[in-house]
């Protein structure tokens, strides 16, 4: 077993992100073009709105709480010290992870069962989905058999993964954890590890330059109503509007 604890805890996660960082680099200068999630949204939208809603705001809030418990371990042992704010940030977690759930489900089955989208999609797609949906899952199931996660991830994982960054790996704790945390934590590698090969690279070039962007001038030189309205004929020429 030390054997593979040693593989899987410190070998494993320094193989994924190098794969990660190489991956990203050689896609993102030989294929650009496909650093994008490849959106479906004009062949089905009614599923993808309800599905990726509530999965990308549960996946922000819960990844933002894990960021935090790691960057400042302390000032969230601190917080959850009084036994209200603990429960308020569980009861809050797992009510975004439920968010996340509802929503990989809703995308999974959009995706499988869409004949337009199935068209599309290829064998990462589906499991690159089915890896989160079980991470979610895992993350879920530890919240309601392992409680108060947000203080033992800051006074057990934190370490580890400072110990990671530091190149100097101490994984005395987390093989000890039990079997669930340990898959857990053996699936953010791997979801790392996919990132470059997967639809999950779009988050490298998330197009925040939009923000400060001037705003798009459009300008219609037709009538909007008559040019939008269905029964208006067909024309060979055309429309002159930018």
């Not at 990844?63 to 308020?88: E, S």
């Amino acid at each position: 077993m030390t054997a593979l604890n040693n593989f899987l805890f410190i070998a494993f996660p320094y193989l994924a992100f190098g794969v990660f960082v190489v991956g990203s680099v050689y896609r993102y200068k030989n294929i650009s073009f496909k650093v994008s999630s490849l959106s479906s949204q004009f062949l089905e939208s009614k599923a993808l709105f309800w599905g990726s809603i509530p999965f990308h705001i549960g996946v922000l809030v819960v990844l933002l709480g894990h960021v935090i418990a790691f960057l400042f371990p302390a000032g969230t042992l601190l917080w959850n010290a009084h036994p209200v704010r603990l429960i308020i940030l569980e009861v809050t977690a797992f009510t975004f992870g439920l968010c996340m759930l509802f929503g990989l489900v809703l995308l999974y089955y959009r995706r499988a069962t869409t004949p337009r989208i199935r068209m599309v999609s290829n064998k990462m797609d589906m499991f690159i989905e089915l890896v989160l949906l079980l991470q979610v899952i895992l993350g879920l199931w530890i919240a309601l058999g392992y409680r108060w996660g947000s203080s033992w991830f800051a006074a057990d994982l934190t370490p580890y993964l400072w110990s990671l960054v530091k190149f100097s790996p101490e994984i005395s704790a987390v093989k000890e954890l039990p079997v669930v945390i340990k898959l857990h934590i053996i699936g953010a590698f791997l979801l790392v590890l996919l990132i470059p090969f997967s639809r999950l690279v779009h988050f490298l070039v998330a197009p925040f330059h939009y923000i400060g962007r001037p705003y798009q001038r459009v300008i219609w030189y037709w009538n909007k109503k008559e040019v939008r309205d269905p029964k208006t004929k067909w024309s060979q020429f055309r429309p002159k509007n930018n």
